[in-house]
């Protein structure tokens, strides 16, 4: 008896029958390779498609399957006959996942995650362009931010000092950086360089997909004698806090906007039974903020302070009335 689970099993089952009504007449031997299993496991998993159907699962309502010899014909569907689609929330749950695979310090085979995440990527924007109610999964990178994170990883490896040019999203300011790795961490889906920072003479904590740039000096990673990676947590609570002298606002993110919780680090997220959040998170640059909510538009409530969100309407005033001027 085969000790193959469920889970491997299930998603074979349901993309067999469509693989199948492509291909009429196909040779057993064939078939079982396309999947990468035996010949007695296809025929174990043609024999239990016999038995699934529709409702009644009497005849005519179950899967029917011809043999000639040792080649195999789907007589008929009972429905099967598209591949599994996924919903716009299924996809941008399973892109996420796996952008954090990827990320993952120690994965051997980042090529092939990439490969499935493009495809899931490319599948779910076109299908958000067709239909209204999916969601286009837009998790992608510029070659730039690839190339820079190639070097990081690689200096780590190697245990080499880093000169790094990065983006601080509290302060919506881009600055270079020289430190010394101390290791990787994945916390919260996000992979971040733990390094002791020169400038700041203290460790910090540097996300992967926010540096721009990475140059790897001609000198070893050599951080203090006292500096000391800090420990992590069960559930990585507390090991990324914000400055608690920066501002604080309280937000109600609708569903599409609810990427900001996961992007930006917050003080408290409540999801809602929407799919939005109520959130709050701190910010150095006022100006930086407005810009933000400007761009969310009405996709987020300011809930408090008020005066943030008076900032952010007299400045879509200014806009119209400069677009107006044009």
């Not at 837009?138 to 190339?147: E, F, I």
């Not at 800090?230 to 920066?246: C, F, I, K, N, Y």
């Amino acid at each position: 008896m085969s000790a193959e689970g469920v889970a491997d099993r299930l998603p074979r089952l349901l993309t067999l029958v469509p693989w199948l009504l492509a291909r009429p007449g196909v040779p057993v031997a064939e078939a079982a390779a396309e999947f990468g299993i035996t010949e007695t496991q296809l025929r174990r998993d043609l024999e239990l498609l016999w038995m699934c159907g529709l409702p009644g699962y009497g005849p005519g309502d179950l899967v029917d399957l011809s043999f000639e010899g040792d080649t195999v014909t789907v007589v008929y569907d009972a429905g099967l006959s598209r591949p599994l689609r996924l919903s716009g929330p299924e996809a941008a749950t399973l892109a996420v996942a796996l952008r954090a695979l990827a990320d993952a310090p120690g994965v051997a085979d980042t090529d092939a995650v990439q490969r499935a995440l493009a495809k899931i990527e490319q599948a779910s924007g076109a299908a958000g362009a067709a239909e209204p109610d999916t969601v286009a999964v837009g998790l992608g990178r510029t070659p730039g931010n690839a190339r820079a994170e190639a070097v990081v990883r690689d200096a780590v490896a190697r245990h080499r000092a880093l000169r790094l040019t990065y983006y601080s999203a509290s302060r919506d300011a881009v600055g270079r950086r020289d430190v010394d790795p101390m290791r990787l961490l994945l916390v919260d889906g996000s992979t971040y360089l733990e390094a002791w920072c020169r400038r700041a003479e203290g460790v910090r904590m540097f996300r992967l997909d926010r540096v721009d740039d990475a140059e790897v000096l001609d000198e070893p990673s050599s951080p203090p004698d006292d500096a000391a990676v800090r420990e992590v947590p069960a559930d990585a609570s507390g090991l990324l806090t914000p400055d608690p002298g920066q501002q604080l606002v309280a937000l109600r993110l609708a569903p599409t906007a609810r990427w900001v919780a996961e992007y930006y680090p917050m003080e408290e997220v409540l999801a809602d039974d929407d799919g939005g959040a109520r959130v709050q998170m701190r910010y150095g640059d006022r100006a930086w903020m407005v810009r933000l909510l400007l761009g969310l538009g009405d996709a987020v409530e300011i809930l408090w302070p008020t005066d943030l969100a008076a900032a952010r309407a007299d400045r879509a005033r200014e806009a119209l009335a400069a677009y107006g001027a044009a």
